[in-house]
């Protein structure tokens, strides 16, 4: 079974500063996408990878993918307390999807 | 466009009660998720219809949980009879999915929220 492994779980961020979340899975994969999830509410489509060296850039959230490392990044610069959510990376293993464990990010002001 | 319909959006029941959710994918979208995600962990799949046809039902706990794609297009998933550990947010997500594409994304409903009490 494919394994995706996200970290860290838990980011407690001033605002204002950069950090980077990192996407680790197991299996050849050249697509991956990442969701945002609020408390109480669904997934929502941030970014879709689909080839490696992809980068896709929206506001102060930059996404990358490397399928050599099996690697995914999502980068955030000078956090605003608007991006406090949990984020999962999710890939394709061709037949379904992954999703690993998220990670909830409170931005503090 | 419209996206992807749940009901109903909440649910109490008690252990060993009857339950179903319904689910109105994407017009279009041949594929069809049912994920299971309990308070602060990733959603887990249950179940993945490709059209009316079943693709990968490894994690539905078959016992207990029942899942059918009408016409290829609604979707239903029957939990008899439910356990507290049935207690999670069940999203139900479609996908474009058929043939070879690739751009697979998932598009997801709000989710039912089931308490079994």
């Known amino acids: 079974e494919l394994k995706v492994e996200q970290n860290p779980l838990f980011l407690s961020m001033q605002e204002g500063k950069n950090y980077t979340i990192y996407c680790n899975y197991s299996?050849?994969?050249?697509?991956l996408y990442w969701y945002r999830q609020d408390p109480g509410k669904s997934l929502e489509s941030l970014f879709v990878l689909l080839s490696n060296g992809a980068v896709k850039q929206e506001g102060r959230l930059m996404a990358s993918l490397d399928t050599k490392a099996r690697l995914s990044t999502l980068h955030i610069t000078a956090a605003v307390h608007d991006l406090s959510a949990t984020y999962f990376c999710?890939?394709?293993?061709?037949?379904?999807?992954?999703f690993g464990t998220g990670t909830s990010l409170t931005v503090i002001p | 466009e419209a996206g992807v319909a749940q009901s109903p959006r909440y649910k109490i029941i008690e252990k060993r009660q009857s339950v179903a959710f319904w689910c109105n994918p994407i017009?279009?979208?041949?594929?069809l998720y049912w994920y299971q995600q309990i308070l602060g962990q990733g959603p887990k799949l249950l179940i993945q219809f490709q059209n009316n046809g079943v693709v990968d039902d490894s994690q539905l706990p078959k016992d207990r949980f029942s899942a059918e794609r009408l016409k290829g297009v609604d979707s239903t998933l029957k939990i008899q009879p439910a356990k507290l550990e049935d207690s999670a947010v069940y999203l139900c997500?479609?996908?474009?999915?058929?043939?070879?594409?690739?751009?697979?994304?998932?598009?997801f409903g709000q989710g039912t929220r089931l308490t079994v009490v």
């Open positions: 997500a479609s996908s474009l999915r058929a043939g070879v594409l690739l751009n697979t994304e998932a598009f």
């Open positions: 999710a890939v394709d293993s061709g037949n379904q999807f992954y």
């Open positions: 299996t050849t994969s050249d697509r």
């Open positions: 017009s279009g979208h041949a594929t």
